[in-house]
């Protein structure tokens, strides 16, 4: 009688187990053949930003007279500023589409549509809703990066510098970089109130885009410490320095560092966004 439970238990667990991944690789699929049709407005929206950065900082200003002096920050880099923004462009666009990905749709399905209503009624536990979010973003994240490649490539006017010294480490940063991006975009959805979700960009968003180590390596503001040391609860800083780092050879925080630190972040924000998620849809 016992091990005809303890048998049939197993069998139960092993059901529920393919019935979830069933069911999210179906949110998934279903997510995926949206992205596919929308195909070009996420391209546009990924590609516009590091596309006029790119051109205005390494094509448009080296071709004016003073154009260094017109631009500080490409002076003090030399002939390597658009080797320092190939990573911190990638980064950018992680955060940028994991964000978009998530909070923006969030306030939609939490607002006027309701469809987190139809989502949370698969055979899913509610939480697992939440991580196909991130998960799904994550692929998203890691296409804009793919995609800002190219362009740091044709349109400086100086070239890139990059080289792959570890796949395994590169591999590693991006997967990271954008689950972590994905699960900032979850906490934020599920944080603020639909129609407060524009003002995130300008509170939250570009703040850490500014002072992510984008636009020059972490070591080099070492005369402003408390600014070098404050901008360590940036999680942006990690992602621009871990690409810095598989990318270039220049001076970046340590190996270790970035990948415990880019783990620290998404499990306190994949904490933070499914209590949120949970908070919201349960009550």
């Known amino acids: 009688m016992a091990t005809t439970a303890i048998a049939a238990a197993g069998v139960k667990t ?144 100086t070239p890139v510098q990059a080289h792959v010294g570890n796949w395994f480490f590169l591999a590693a940063v991006l997967i990271l970089a954008s689950l972590t991006s994905g699960a900032l975009g979850l906490t934020i959805g599920t944080a603020v109130k639909p129609q407060q979700i524009g003002l995130i960009f300008g509170v939250v968003v570009m703040p850490i885009t500014f002072l992510g180590c984008v636009y020059y390596p972490w070591a080099q503001p070492d005369k402003m410490p408390w600014l070098q040391n404050g901008v360590l609860i940036n999680p942006i800083v990690y992602m621009s320095e871990g690409l810095r780092a598989a990318l270039t050879s220049m001076p970046h925080m340590p190996e270790w560092r970035i990948l415990t630190m880019l783990c620290f972040f998404l499990a306190l924000l994949t904490r933070v966004g499914v209590k949120g998620f949970l908070r919201r849809v349960v009550g």
């Open 14 to 157: 092993q059901s529920n187990s393919t019935m979830y991944a069933r069911a999210f690789a179906g949110l998934f699929l279903r997510d995926l053949y949206v992205l596919r049709r929308e195909l070009m407005p996420f391209a546009i929206r990924i590609i516009m930003n590091p596309l006029l950065f790119l051109f205005v900082f390494t094509y448009v200003m080296p071709h004016m007279s003073g154009g260094a002096a017109m631009n500080p920050t490409a002076a003090m880099a030399g002939g390597n500023f658009s080797t320092v923004l190939l990573p911190g462009l990638m980064a950018v666009a992680i955060m940028f589409s994991g964000i978009a990905a998530v909070a923006l749709p969030l306030s939609q399905e939490f607002g006027i549509t309701r469809e987190i209503d139809d989502r949370v009624m698969c055979p899913l536990p509610v939480w697992a809703v939440a991580v196909e979010k991130i998960v799904f973003s994550s692929i998203q994240s890691i296409i804009a990066a793919g995609l800002v490649f190219p362009l740091a490539y044709f349109i400086p006017s």
